[in-house]
C-alpha cells in the first residue's frame, strides 16, 4: 500500500510536527503541505524549532513538498492513480472503518485547517469523506490526532 498525505492550510507547527512523526511511524511515503502549512525549513532556510521537536527527527527522512495549490496537486495524484479520502465531518462522509483498501492500494489522505476543516471545492474531490463518529460532548479532534487514527485504521484494515 502506498500512503500520500496532503495537508491543507493546517497553522500549528506542533500539529505538522506531530504528523511528521506519526508518517514515519506508519510507513507514510510522502507528505505535501499546502497553503499556510508551515515546512520544516523556513524561508531563510533554518529548521523550525517547533516543527522538529514534535516530529523528533522524522521531518529530516519523510519527503514532503510545499505545493501552492491543493486543487491542482489532488488531481494530478487522482490521474496517478490515488484514491482520494478527506477526512472531514460532512453530510457526505462515511466512517473511517469502512474502507478497506487493497494491499497495492495508492491513498491520499487530505487534511484541513484546524479551526475551519476542508474547504467544499476540495471535499468535491474526495473519492470518500472519511469521518470519526464522535461520542462525547466535543465534535472533532485535534488534526494530528485524528490523521493517526485514521492512517493507522487504513494500514491494518488493508485486505
Not at 15 to 26: C, K, Q
Not at 27 to 38: E, R
Not at 76 to 98: F, H, N, P
Request: glycine letters at 6%; one cysteine or more; a positive charge.
Amino acid at each position: 500500500m502506498e500512503i500520500v498525505v496532503v495537508l491543507q492550510n493546517i497553522r500549528s507547527l506542533h500539529n505538522v510536527g506531530s504528523v511528521f512523526r506519526t508518517a514515519d511511524a506508519a510507513g507514510v511515503n510522502k507528505l505535501y503541505l499546502c497553503g499556510i502549512t508551515p515546512t520544516p525549513v523556513n524561508k531563510l532556510g533554518h529548521p523550525e524549532p517547533k516543527l522538529a521537536k514534535a516530529a523528533l527527527g522524522a521531518e529530516k527522512y519523510i519527503p514532503w513538498e510545499k505545493h501552492r495549490s491543493p486543487a491542482i496537486l489532488i488531481k494530478k495524484l487522482k490521474s496517478l492513480g490515488y484514491r482520494i479520502y478527506a477526512v472531514e465531518q460532512d453530510k457526505k462522509s462515511t466512517s473511517y472503518t469502512k474502507i478497506k483498501p487493497s494491499k497495492n492500494a495508492k491513498i491520499a489522505l487530505v487534511l484541513g485547517n484546524e479551526v475551519k476543516g476542508l474547504p467544499k471545492n476540495l471535499l468535491a474531490l474526495a473519492d470518500k469523506i472519511l469521518e470519526i463518529p464522535m461520542h462525547g460532548k466535543k465534535e472533532s479532534l485535534n488534526v494530528s490526532v485524528a490523521f493517526g487514527i485514521v492512517v493507522f485504521q487504513l494500514i491494518n484494515a488493508k485486505t
